[in-house]
């Protein structure tokens, strides 16, 4: 079998999460009667970290500095206390690890969302899969920054090339490439399959149990 690894994005991919964010930034956004935004607006802030989520639903084209960070600061601590209130797993999503796993695929989880958030979400909901589990904690070294994806790669001792990068957003197919993994979408995340392939996915899934196909067929 060609490949030994997968790795995973959180939000979009293997857990609906986009309710909890978006809740926690309307809370922000009320409390300043900023106007607040739907779920299906929210999938297009999400992708590149909360800082970048803060900037985009702040009403202003260029917000200041200082009201950015507390937003953001606000914004996370709304967020610590609701990020499981409305997160599942997707259908299919527990299914997939499971039979990976009893492939002996090494399994991890690289995202953009806070490091100590990622892990809470993922013990939580994707308990005893997936390891290891990496949020951010650089803002220089978000995706599609591929020095995470890399290290992931020696920790688990595999190469890049026998890795396979899944993601639901342009960024995690970016990753993937810079790190000369396989790039694979999904279709039922937070973008479009458009953008997807033109970001330059590989395959893409309609339901995560395709993933064990393209595995099977390498």
Same mark, same amino acid.
């Given at each position: 079998?060609?490949?030994? &690894?997968? /790795?995973?994005?959180?939000?979009?991919?293997? /857990?609906?999460?986009?309710? $909890?964010?978006? =809740?926690?930034?309307?809370? *922000?956004?009320?409390?300043?009667?900023?106007?607040?935004?739907?779920?299906? !607006?929210? @999938?297009?802030? %999400?992708?590149?970290?909360?800082?970048?989520? *803060? *900037?985009?639903?702040?009403?202003?084209e260029?917000?200041?500095?200082?009201? %950015?960070?507390? +937003?953001?600061?606000?914004?996370?601590? %709304?967020?610590?206390?609701?990020?499981?209130? @409305? !997160? %599942?797993?997707y &259908?299919?999503?527990?299914?997939? #690890?499971?039979?990976?796993?009893?492939?002996?695929?090494?399994?991890?989880?690289?995202?953009?969302?806070? $490091? !100590?958030?990622?892990?809470?979400? &993922?013990?939580?909901?994707?308990?005893?899969? #997936?390891?290891p589990?990496?949020?951010?904690?650089?803002?220089?070294?978000?995706?599609?920054?591929? @020095?995470?994806?890399?290290?992931? +790669?020696?920790?688990?001792?595999?190469k890049p090339?026998?890795?396979?990068? *899944?993601? =639901?957003?342009?960024?995690?197919?970016?990753?993937?490439?810079? &790190?000369?993994?396989?790039?694979?979408?999904?279709?039922?995340?937070?973008?479009?399959?458009?953008?997807?392939?033109?970001?330059?996915?590989?395959?893409?899934? @309609?339901?995560?149990?395709?993933?064990?196909?393209?595995?099977?067929?390498?």
């Open positions: 079998m060609k490949y030994k &690894a997968v /790795v995973f994005d959180l939000d979009g991919t293997l /857990v609906n999460s986009i309710k $909890d964010i978006a =809740d926690a930034m309307n809370v *922000v956004l009320e409390k300043r009667n900023y106007p607040i935004y739907d779920y299906r !607006t929210y @999938k297009t802030f %999400v992708g590149s970290g909360v800082r970048s989520l *803060v *900037v985009k639903a702040l009403p202003s260029s917000p200041q500095k200082e009201e %950015v960070e507390e +937003c953001l600061k606000e914004m996370m601590q %709304v967020y610590r206390e609701c990020c499981i209130n @409305k !997160t %599942v797993p &259908a299919g999503a527990l299914e997939l #690890l499971e039979q990976l796993k009893a492939k002996n695929l090494q399994l991890c989880i690289l995202s953009n969302k806070e $490091d !100590t958030l990622t892990k809470k979400v &993922a013990s939580v909901l994707l308990p005893d899969y #997936l390891h589990v990496l949020g951010l904690k650089e803002e220089a070294l978000k995706k599609p920054n591929p @020095k995470v994806a890399l290290q992931i +790669c020696e920790t688990l001792n595999v090339e026998e890795t396979i990068f *899944v993601g =639901d957003t342009d960024v995690d197919i970016l990753v993937a490439k810079n &790190a000369n993994m396989l790039p694979v979408g999904v279709t039922w995340g937070f973008r479009d399959e458009k953008e997807l392939i033109k970001a330059g996915a590989v395959h893409m899934l @309609k339901h995560p149990l395709d993933l064990i196909k393209i595995i099977e067929a390498n």
